[in-house]
């Protein structure tokens, strides 16, 4: 097979990079070790930034988003028995989030894919790439019981942080920055309507506690845990108990209940790797970067990605320009940065740490206090939520 750019991974980064190049009159294949059913039934994160939609619906896969995507103009901190709304209309105007799960924008890329005509190969196995260094590499897989391979122009590495691609660029070509958090969070999807119309971050004596929602139906809910915990140990008598603690102040309605449809446990960790190309190897969204899901980052950081990244190919495509390829990595680590302080600091001011003493903890109550009655503060946290500025 032949290509122009070849495509590892078939989550929101690399389908949505097939999409946007497809947009400009490049060709890609993608390539995905999972089936398609899989890719589109993984629960992931799903608040998405301004500028992420604004993306989606100006490439023309925003249509169901924009009908069944719950917009929400602010976000509320609870702590010491208050709640604090952030307000975005006010401290942000015309920008907003949007909650609408990464596994629906998935659907909704797959989709506009095969409509197109686009070529993803679901379920290939060993999957490998050669000739990164050379301008003619190539990837191998084995599909359908057949060794097969792409020749290509480039390839981009979107198949997160257990795939293939970061592992085959040498070792010492990478720098790798990574915070591992000492806890996670065990978090539930829940048949349940949410009792708040926005999402709730919680800090409490026992640990952080989130309040989020897929649709007027579905709650989905956080608490934090120790990375090792064993889920056994959590039966949902005991969890309701927990998240009733937890996110409830004095005034506020109580959690609703109901069928708890997924439990899991996710781990807690910052990593960046730097530069985000070897070659002519790119990568893009969770291969060259992970955030703790606090400040809600991590699909939005994809998206910004392969926009800058689609740009690029494009200029070398129509213009034979190489400078925006060259300048990919710096581009894309200015903004991925920028998250990353962002979601450290909402993860250490809302989350409780091993040997935190009671200075700690006042010092945190004292942070959230700062934030609750500083217009500067509440409008510093709005403008990285709802996101910088694309550009």
Known sequence: MRTQVGIIGAGPSG??????????GIESIVVEDRSRRYVEERIRAGVLEQQCVDLL???????????????????????GGRTCRIDFARLTPGRAV????????????????????????????????EGIATDAPRIRFRHGGQAQSI??????????????????IPHGALKVYERVYPFAWLGILAEAPPCSDELIYAL???????????SPRITRLYLQCRPDEDLEAWSDDRVWAELHKRLEDRDGPRVNEGPILQKGVTPM????????????????????????????????????????????????????????????SAAALGRIWKAQRFSWWMTSMLHRFDGDSAFDRRRQLAELEYVAGSVAAQTSLAENYVGLPLD
């Open 15 to 24: 389908l949505l990079l097939s999409h946007l190049l497809h947009l400009a």
């Open 57 to 79: 619906v100006e490439s023309g896969v925003g249509g169901r988003l924009l009908r069944e995507g719950l917009v929400h103009h602010g976000v509320n901190l609870r702590f």
């Open 98 to 129: 949007t909650v609408y799960g990464q596994h629906e924008v998935v659907k909704d890329l797959i989709a506009a894919r095969i409509e197109a005509g686009g070529e993803i190969l679901f379920d290939v196995e060993d999957t490998s790439v």
């Open 151 to 168: 020749a290509c122009d480039f390839i981009a590495g979107c198949d997160g942080f257990h795939g293939i691609s970061r592992p085959a």
């Open 204 to 214: 409490h004596d026992d640990g952080f506690a989130l309040l989020s929602m897929r």
């Open 269 to 328: 960790r910052s990593f960046v790797v730097e530069p985000m190309r070897h070659g002519r190897l790119y990568l893009a969204g969770d291969a060259a970067h992970i955030v703790p899901p606090t400040g809600a980052k991590g699909m939005n950081l994809a998206a910004a990605d392969v926009r800058v990244l689609a740009h690029a190919f494009a200029a070398y495509y129509r213009e034979r320009r190489t400078d925006l390829l060259d300048a990919y």
